[in-house]
């Protein structure tokens, strides 16, 4: 039995996230502590409490989710013999597994995902970029609509989530023209998605180039397990390429299917989701049913794993 742990990324937010963890083991607690002196502020307040519209901006729901996914996955190694043979995580979930993977520092990693929040929110001004949701398409169909779509403007798909569900992100406009397109074409379940900006596209190019002046400063050491990323689907062990994996990664889409497809054909039978809410899961069964998934944000969650293990 072969195990993947996977980090959900922004989206899974909650107040509340993480508390059951912090109030029942103390590494939990101390890790929402670090997270506190490595930003300077009472970022384990705002898992805990609240309120959500602080918990939605982008430069606090990184760190957030990060810290809620780590503080997991500390309680999960106390807690547990398993192991995993890969780690994964979808977009800003990258960040917790490079943490897990013994590559990141987990404040280093705080810092640099709060200054990434702010970077891909300022990249483009709020109402300019927009992302949607088209269900049921191929890719090649889909790249078909972005291509009729753009007209000058950026569209192009930003997560390929599972089998059928792909989002596009870019201008406003041009995401606009993608849907009704896509709803001549057939494809009724075409909506826009409630986000404050267009991630993983070619409008995040300045994010990209601030995010790397920051990534400069911050030291990245050996990688114990894999870490199949979000540009390549495919495992990297090397500490010198995880700069330039997450730099490209702002702007290139997530593919997560090819991920999750990998790491199945490598022999991975349990997905075990890191973090808050069961987004990923729920991803991975629509991927491929035959593999078990586990999700580890409360003590149920740890106590479920020890029937695993």
Known sequence: ?????????????????????????????????????????????MCFEGPEEDLKLTANTQPAILAASVAAYRVLKTESPLSASFVAGHSLGEYSAL????????????????????????AVPVGVGAMAAILGVENEVLAEICQEAAQGEVVSPANFNSPGQIV??????????AIEIAKARGFRKAMLLPVSAPFHCALMQPAAERLAGVLEKVAV???????????????????????????DQVC??????????????QGVTNFVEIGPGKVLAGLVKRIEKEV????V??????KAL????
Not at 168 to 177: C, D, I, L
Not at 222 to 244: F, H, L, Q, T, Y
Not at 306 to 309: C, G, H, I, P, Y
């Open 1 to 45: 039995m072969s195990h993947a742990f996977i980090f959900p990324g922004q989206g899974s937010q909650h107040p509340g996230m993480g508390r059951e963890l912090a109030e029942n083991f103390k590494i939990a607690k101390e890790s929402f502590e670090e997270a506190d002196d490595a930003l300077g502020f009472k970022l384990s307040t």
């Open 99 to 122: 943490v897990a993977a013994g590559a990141l520092d987990f404040a280093d990693a705080l810092r640099t995902v709060r200054a990434r929040g702010s970077f891909m929110q300022d």
């Open 168 to 177: 596009v992100a870019g201008h406003t406009g041009a995401v606009n023209r």
């Open 221 to 247: 050491s050996g990688i114990v397990i894999p870490v199949v990323s979000n540009v390549e689907a495919k495992p990297n062990s090397d500490a010198a390429r995880v700069k330039g994996l997450l730099v």
């Open 252 to 265: 290139s889409p997530v593919r997560w299917d090819e991920s999750v497809r990998f790491m199945v054909a």
């Open 292 to 295: 078990q998934t586990l999700n």
């Open 297 to 302: 944000q409360d003590a149920a969650g740890i």
């Open 306 to 309: 020890a029937e695993v293990a």
